[in-house]
């Protein structure tokens, strides 16, 4: 029998520890390294392959620019499998990701690829390589990107060798590419043409409300100088949210202000024939949704239902909460009108009409799809409820 001093023993114990602890933390990593790797090798390509697909869309959602066709363009080369990718637009390169060493011949070839519009397979003479000798990248494919039958650009995949195979993966990419820039220019046409609505309506701010506050306001400069200073400061305050333009989406809450400015205004030309009701669940406050949608409903209450009531003109806005939504209602009892008439007024069929509750109506379909339009309850004599459904949460306002 062989006895260790104490301190040979110690020793010995710590490296059994160090080999002990070492052996765990190899298990620890190939147990964390397998749980990344859940799933069956095809199931791991299909993963891999929609991630970078991802990557390349979250940076072409702007467009085919400079600055995307440089973001995208690593992911669209792990598409490919190549070495070298280039993407162009009509004006000539973008990108070259890879190599810089062919971009002067891949940014030649694919402006002739626009131009056409159709594939090029091309040859080591193609990309600069007269002599051989050490140029790896000796052939590729060219192919167009195109959005609604025009072409806007091209992209080239590089490398050692190319085939019909190549070819093949090269044009489904650029279907791609070319879906996902689609979208985003329709994502685009739609900002414009909310933006343009919105300006529509600003330029519709009714002459016969501005006239009438201007007149209300002189009518207290002698008998109240207060009130018509604090009149004026609204009437300011007014002009200045109908007219800014620093974005086209509001919260419900900043809606709700703007409206009690203009309701104001209206009182101090209806005075005590003027009754307004307000209910609001705090929870729907924070909620957004597109610029000057509220006021809009209000004023055609005020105009087409109101001011052709003899005595006391009622109005009540609620904004409640409707669970996934914010529930709105502009209901007055006025002097309504035929529902018929309703139908082509939503239409368009009855020209310049309220032109205010069509562009709210067709601003909100824009915004959260089809059937978040207006509601509207009315009949002649009956008065007039609008409601709009406005979901707390939505995909069309991220980021807004």
């Not at 970078?52 to 066709?69: E, F, I, N, P, Y």
């Not at 090269?170 to 070319?178: H, K, T």
């Not at 220019?185 to 919105?198: F, K, Y």
Request: with cysteine.
């Amino acid at each position: 029998m062989v006895l260790l001093s104490y301190s040979a023993a110690m020793a010995v114990l710590v490296i059994m520890f160090v080999l002990v602890a070492a052996a765990l933390s190899g298990a620890v990593l190939f147990w964390r390294r397998s749980s990344r790797r859940v799933g069956t090798p095809p199931q791991r390509a299909t993963y891999e392959a929609l991630h970078t697909a991802s990557l390349a869309v979250s940076a072409l959602r702007d467009g085919l620019t400079a600055d995307t066709a440089v973001r995208a363009a690593p992911a669209l080369r792990q598409l490919l499998g190549t070495p070298v990718v280039a993407i162009a637009d009509r004006t000539g390169l973008l990108a070259c990701e890879g190599s810089d060493r062919h971009a002067a011949e891949a940014g030649m070839r694919l402006r002739e690829v626009v131009g056409s519009g159709r594939a090029q397979l091309l040859s080591a003479s193609d990309l600069g390589c007269w002599h051989g000798g050490d140029c790896p990248m000796r052939a590729g494919v060219a192919v167009p990107v195109a959005v609604d039958g025009a072409v806007i650009g091209a992209l080239a995949a590089l490398g050692p060798s190319a085939d019909a195979a190549l070819m093949r993966t090269a044009v489904e990419v650029a279907r791609f590419v070319s879906t996902h820039l689609a979208l985003a220019e329709l994502d685009a046409s739609r900002t414009r043409t909310v933006q343009a609505q919105l300006n529509f309506l600003r330029a519709q701010i009714s002459p016969h409300f501005i006239y009438n506050a201007l007149t209300a306001i002189e009518s207290f400069v002698r008998s109240d100088p207060e009130r018509a200073r604090d009149l004026l400061v609204g009437f300011a305050e007014f002009i200045r949210w109908a007219f800014r333009e620093h974005s086209q989406y509001a919260t419900l809450a900043e809606e709700l202000r703007f409206v009690d400015t203009y309701l104001e205004l209206e009182r101090a030309r209806f005075g005590d024939r003027l009754a307004v009701s307000l209910r609001v669940a705090p929870e729907v406050l924070p909620v957004r949704v597109p610029s000057l949608v509220l006021q809009p409903l209000v004023e055609n209450a005020v105009r087409h239902g109101l001011e052709q009531v003899s005595g006391t003109a009622r109005l009540q806005i609620s904004a409640v909460d409707g669970g996934h939504e914010a529930v709105v209602t502009v209901e007055d009892d006025g002097v309504g009108v035929d529902p018929r008439q309703l139908a082509d007024l939503l239409a368009g069929r009855l020209g310049g009409q309220s032109v205010g509750l069509r562009n709210v109506d067709e601003r909100l379909r824009a915004t959260f799809g089809k059937d978040h339009g207006l509601t509207i309850e009315t009949g002649i004599g009956a008065g007039t409820k609008v409601t709009m459904h406005l979901p707390k949460f939505s995909p069309a306002l991220n980021g807004q």
